[in-house]
């Protein structure tokens, strides 16, 4: 039993650049139920970050409607109180930070929710941790004199001091260094599955979704391509490329030996990789060392 | 994915960049002091390609900063052709022979138009006008830009304006491009595009690259790989060299390329590759496995 | 909300005026400006009328994108010439109250108001056919004798582009910050007015801070391509005067001569 936590019903997003009409969104319908964790994969411009701001109100369709929790979001009522459900951290979330400490910054949103100074202290000190951070240490250090990785996840904190049920994060790897990436791709699936929230993440990077995700959903020109599970949803390399993106490592390699007759099955992650590897090294009578 | 062969080390010439027992130290007019780079010395030589990775804080963009005098060493020298960096009327022409290309595509964006902000460079070391535009309409051409031509770079997507500030320098006719983390903000269409860019203008051009990365695979175009570890100079060595010593990578905090992990996820579930020390590239890793299975 | 502004009124095109330079087209408005200032006979009315439509015509504009761009002029323009009516003593032709309107304060009024629109057509015409960078390129070449006297102009021109090229920019990183504080809750749309400067802060100072971080990136990568402030640059495309330019430049001179002594003849 699934409640329809977000549903885009034949959105259809356009604005005027200087003469011309772009058209970010086309006809795009889609469920995400409440406790998923699903990528949104694209090239840039392909309407990824567009649909990830109809997620909270930021931008209402022109044709179509968008739900959250079944309330429409072309709702001015509605719209005014969805940040409080659903987070949205944008592109290079450290542009946010403004205030004179970190925890005063953190704390931003939930005194905008009204909360009392003491429940206001424990959601900052939960989302610093939630993001491996220290509220102690590091609570009153200014956010202007943190790393671009301590800033980043200062932000992200910043959203999940709200305890929004859903949670839209645009692109947050991009420009990480690789354990910064790995770091923050944990802590979300472990928040994800510690908290239930459901967990929409746009990237460009096929490696990092199928890492973490339930369900895939492509994104090219402004439509959506595929959607479903990792295996429904891995097309053609060629059809990939063509939209800009690459097949995880993983499953370029399986797909380099299915292509030289071996037998293998599909796999996005490198253990999965590993797994169809070894069955057939140990069918031709290889031992384990 | 595999580059072209780089082109062959030519230690007989002489370098055109010289690092010896290279220090700098943060903070040195008041603030926090902190040392970012000690003791490092290497050659650069003309027609190579570098990459320069390291974890996050190792000192790779100061590094590259001092190579073409936007830092000047606290302790040693650094020396771009016969100049010393820290004399002050070098600085021009140091300038001139050694460009950069930095991280952020919006904040290299000088002029209104493409076109004049490709122009900016020439323009700047006084060349002829008919020259300018000569090199501008040709870099255009060799970066795909030449349609966008007349129009305002913020209508530019990220790596098309990436692709706008290395046409920008190499307007310039530099001997040498540095390059810091050029791609860490752009998705892999744009990031081949750049690196694609990157090899032609070495392997067909001969121009000199320095690419400071933190994406493994941007490393194997390179001829020489340069490991920074907390300031120094960890390790330097050829692709194979480097990327064979996986311990120490490891240790510093790198993550290794893709293919090198499969290699060593097999070795831990039981399959040990024979040939596992020379994997490095993907297309190494079908072939060994092909044997193997 | 701020996405597809573009700086500057231009509409790309090739018409004669396009391609005019743009000191002729600085100079040859202004000299028409001062023209339609000065004159006041029928026939010197009737000329400038005709020069504007002229230009209009010679720019390959679309009229009705042209007229529609100087809507908000029109307003202005009624009201000037009903205030004219009202305000200048003469032959009264109606009473509205204790109010006059006269046949001169009419003739003064439709004077009047013809100028502003002729002003207006000729300025919207130089910007709508100049591009900013063209603008500034001009009148960086008309101050440039001034170099001499120790005004910093190559500079000053260059801080022009910059900030053309950056205010799209700015405004993109605007619109960025305000979504991502409307997604923490910051409303921007408060009546109050004290909650209103409240909201300002996680708004302008994310702002200030990027735009400080850019300048200081962009000063580093101007002088990674050897910008030295104050130093001779070469330019790509000068600015070259052609013969249509000279003669442009010399009919509205002459229009202006022949304005100055026709209508004070009584002067000399």
């Keep these: ?289 | 994915m595999k580059y072209s062969t780089p082109l062959a080390d030519n230690v007989k010439e002489k370098p055109l960049i010289s690092l010896r027992e290279l220090d700098y130290t943060y903070g040195q007019h008041g603030g926090a002091r902190r040392t970012a780079l000690k003791g490092i010395s290497a050659d650069i030589f003309p027609g190579d390609f570098i990459a320069v990775i390291g974890p996050n804080g190792s000192g790779k963009s100061t590094l590259a900063r001092h190579l073409n005098a936007l830092l000047v060493p606290s302790g040693g020298k650094v020396w771009v052709g016969e100049m010393d960096t820290t004399v002050p009327e070098n600085v021009w022409k140091i300038r001139s022979l050694v460009g950069m290309v930095f991280q952020n595509p919006d904040n290299q964006v000088i002029a209104a138009m493409v076109e004049e902000d490709v122009a900016f460079g020439p323009e700047n070391l006084g060349v002829e006008p008919s020259e300018v535009r000569r090199r501008v309409f040709d870099v255009l051409a060799k970066t795909g830009l030449k349609d966008m031509a007349k129009r305002p770079p913020h209508a530019l997507s990220g790596g098309q304006k990436q692709l706008l500030a290395f046409a920008g320098v190499l307007a310039m006719q530099p001997k040498c491009i540095v390059l810091d983390e050029p791609t860490s903000m752009l998705d892999p269409r744009n990031r081949k595009n750049i690196m694609d860019l990157l090899v032609k203008v070495n392997r067909e051009q001969g121009v000199t690259i320095v690419l400071v990365t933190h994406f493994m695979e941007e490393a194997f175009a390179a001829n020489r790989v340069w490991v920074m570890d907390n300031g120094k100079l960890g390790q330097q060595g050829s692709v194979e060299e480097v990327f064979s010593n996986w311990k120490y990578l490891e240790d510093i905090g790198l993550e290794l390329p893709a293919a090198r992990r499969m290699v060593k996820l097999l070795s831990d579930k039981g399959l040990n590759l024979p040939q596992r020390e020379h994997i490095f590239f993907p297309e190494d890793l079908v072939e060994e496995l092909c044997h193997v299975l | 909300m701020f996405e597809g502004i573009t700086l500057g009124a231009y509409i790309p095109g090739d018409s004669l005026l396009h391609k005019f330079d743009p000191r002729v087209k600085i100079i040859g408005s202004l000299l028409l400006i001062a023209g339609t200032l000065l004159v006041s006979s029928p026939a010197g009315i009737l000329i400038y009328s005709i020069t504007a439509l002229l230009l209009l015509v010679l720019s390959h504009l679309s009229w009705s994108r042209f007229f529609k761009g100087l809507r908000f002029i029109y307003v202005i323009v009624a009201l000037s010439l009903i205030i004219q009516s009202f305000s200048v003593p003469g032959e009264v032709l109606w009473q509205v109250g204790s109010f006059n309107i006269t046949r001169e304060g009419i003739f003064s009024g439709a004077l009047l108001s013809w100028r502003l629109l002729v002003i207006v057509i000729l300025s919207s015409l130089v910007t709508y056919t100049t591009t900013s960078i063209n603008l500034s390129a001009g009148l960086e070449r008309m101050l440039r004798p001034l170099e001499r006297l120790g005004l910093p102009v190559s500079q000053l021109a260059m801080m022009m582009g910059i900030t053309i090229s950056f205010i799209p920019l700015m405004l993109e990183e605007f619109q960025s910050v305000i979504t991502a504080q409307q997604s923490r809750g910051a409303g921007f749309g408060s009546r109050n007015l004290i909650r209103q400067f409240k909201n300002l802060l996680p708004l302008l100072l994310p702002v200030v801070a990027g735009i400080l971080r850019r300048a200081d990136e962009l000063s580093e990568a101007m002088e990674a391509r050897c910008y030295r402030p104050g130093a001779h640059r070469s330019r790509m495309r000068e600015l070259c005067l052609h013969s249509k330019d000279w003669t442009a430049l010399a009919v509205t001179a002459t229009m202006l001569a022949v304005v100055v002594l026709l209508e004070y003849k009584f002067l000399f």
């Excluded at chain 1, 072309?74 to 290079?92: D, H, I, P, T, Y």
């Design chain 1, 1 to 289: 039993m699934s409640c329809k936590c977000i549903e885009f019903q034949n959105v259809s997003y356009m604005y005027n650049l200087g003469s011309r009409e772009v058209k970010a969104l086309i006809n795009v319908s889609l469920k995400i139920p409440k406790g998923e964790f699903v990528s949104v994969v694209g090239a840039s411009g392909s309407g990824k970050s567009t649909l990830a701001k109809h997620c909270n109100g930021i931008l209402t369709p022109v044709e179509g409607n968008v739900f959250v929790n079944g309330k429409n979001t072309s709702q001015r009522a509605v719209k005014k109180r969805l940040w409080k459900e659903v987070g949205l951290v944008m592109q290079s979330p450290e542009k946010q930070l403004f205030e004179a400490t970190v925890f005063d910054d953190v704390a931003f949103g939930p005194r905008n929710l009204n909360l009392s100074e003491r429940e206001t202290e424990r959601a900052v000190e939960q989302a610093l941790h939630w993001v491996g951070l220290d509220s102690k240490e590091i609570g009153k250090i200014s956010p202007f004199s943190l790393s671009g990785g301590e800033k980043r996840r200062v932000a992200i904190a910043g959203i999940l001091a709200l305890s929004p049920s859903v949670l839209v994060l645009d692109e947050p790897l991009a420009g990480l260094d690789p354990s910064g990436r790995k770091r923050l791709l944990g802590q979300l699936k472990l928040l994800h599955k510690d908290q239930g929230i459901t967990v929409v993440l746009i990237t460009h990077n096929m490696d990092d979704a199928a890492a973490v995700s339930d369900r895939i959903v492509v994104m090219n020109e402004g439509k959506i391509q595929a959607v479903g599970p990792l295996e429904k949803v891995f097309l053609s390399a060629q059809e990939l490329e063509e939209m800009g993106l690459e097949l995880p490592f993983a499953a370029r390699l399986l797909r380099c030996l299915a292509g030289r007759g071996y037998r293998v099955s599909e796999g996005y992650t490198l253990d999965r990789a590993a797994e169809e590897i070894l069955k057939i090294y140990r069918n031709r009578g290889g031992h384990s060392v």
